[in-house]
């Protein structure tokens, strides 16, 4: 099937959100001011998805740790986080930083994760954005413009290239805990004035031993906590709200 697009700038898409950053952009973002999140999520690796698969670059995105005696992968996403508008989103609905914005704020709507399918309806763009006589987007599920085709593989290269940084992150700062994959973040708040510090590799010293970092998974729902126990990793139940982003109710 082929989707056709193209932007009403109607700026619905720049609000409410928590915007994926390469950790470059993050910096930027911090540098004005801005506030930068870690949402953070884990899984049991018994085994590396075949090179090429989907899930194979969900895998290399991620770090190894332990949760007790399971090896887990780590997985970090930076995000500009705010609610409402958009601190660039000028008033008539342009960008105000176009030249320097995100790059996932160039990729939209097209999906950055090989997993993801567009599904227009799930977009906040207006069915006028979609009309048969815009752009080819997309062609059997595969991007149209080669330009978004670079663009997303320049996306996705960075998220692989800032693993280690995410990870010597995570251990300056003390951060041990994740959500179970998929079941949502657990979130963590970086002020402005300390994301240069902690993703400088100045500072950084070699990551010995990180395989066997320890970490515990965070989770809100009791089905989880049974088979996280039942499996010996090291788990802790927690509450949606300021530091946990569960995409289900809490049940325990
Ligand atoms: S940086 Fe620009 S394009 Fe990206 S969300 Fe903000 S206003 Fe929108
Ligand atoms: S929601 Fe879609 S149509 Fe509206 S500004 Fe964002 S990309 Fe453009």
Same mark, same amino acid.
């Given at each position: 099937?082929?989707?056709?697009?193209?932007?009403?700038?109607?700026?619905?898409?720049?609000?409410?959100?928590?915007?994926?950053?390469?950790?470059?952009?993050?910096?930027?973002?911090?540098?004005?001011?801005?506030?930068?999140?870690?949402?953070?999520?884990a899984t049991p690796a018994y085994e590396v998805p075949e090179r090429g698969s989907p899930e194979r670059y969900r895998f290399d995105r991620s770090f190894p740790?332990?949760?007790?005696?399971?090896p887990i992968r780590?997985s970090?996403?930076?995000?500009?986080? #705010?609610?409402?508008?958009?601190?660039?989103?000028? !008033?008539?609905?342009?960008?105000?930083?176009?030249?320097?914005?995100?790059?996932?704020?160039?990729?939209?709507?097209?999906?950055?994760s090989p997993r993801?399918?567009?599904?227009?309806? !799930?977009?906040?763009?207006?069915?006028?954005?979609?009309?048969?006589? !815009?752009?080819?987007?997309?062609?059997?599920?595969?991007?149209?413009?080669?330009?978004?085709?670079?663009?997303?593989?320049?996306?996705r290269?960075?998220?692989l290239?800032?693993?280690?940084?995410?990870? !010597?992150?995570?251990?300056?700062?003390?951060?041990?805990?994740?959500? #179970?994959a998929n079941?949502?973040?657990?979130?963590?708040?970086?002020?402005?004035?300390?994301?240069?510090?902690?993703?400088?590799?100045?500072?950084?010293?070699?990551?010995?031993?990180?395989?066997?970092?320890?970490?515990?998974?965070?989770?809100?729902?009791?089905?989880?906590?049974?088979?996280?126990?039942?499996?010996?990793?090291?788990?802790?139940?927690?509450?949606?709200?300021?530091?946990?982003?569960? #995409?289900?109710?809490?049940?325990?």
């Open positions: 099937m082929d989707i056709h697009f193209d932007c009403t700038q109607c700026g619905r898409c720049c609000h409410n959100l928590k915007l994926p950053l390469s950790v470059d952009e993050a910096k930027r973002w911090a540098k004005n001011g801005h506030e930068v999140q870690l949402l953070i999520e740790a332990m949760s007790g005696s399971v780590v970090v996403i930076v995000v500009a986080a #705010f609610e409402g508008a958009c601190p660039h989103l000028l !008033q008539d609905m342009r960008c105000g930083a176009y030249e320097t914005r995100p790059t996932v704020c160039r990729i939209y709507p097209a999906e950055v993801a399918q567009l599904v227009p309806a !799930q977009k906040a763009c207006p069915p006028g954005a979609w009309l048969p006589d !815009q752009p080819l987007l997309l062609s059997d599920g595969v991007i149209a413009d080669n330009e978004l085709s670079l663009l997303i593989d320049a996306h290269a960075a998220s290239a800032d693993v280690e940084l995410k990870q !010597q992150a995570c251990r300056s700062l003390g951060i041990a805990s994740a959500a #179970f079941e949502g973040y657990a979130l963590f708040s970086l002020l402005p004035d300390i994301v240069d510090e902690v993703f400088a590799n100045r500072l950084l010293a070699p990551l010995e031993d990180a395989e066997a970092a320890q970490w515990q998974f965070v989770t809100n729902r009791q089905p989880t906590l049974i088979m996280l126990e039942t499996v010996e990793a090291t788990s802790k139940v927690i509450s949606r709200g300021d530091t946990y982003i569960g #995409f289900f109710e809490d049940d325990i």
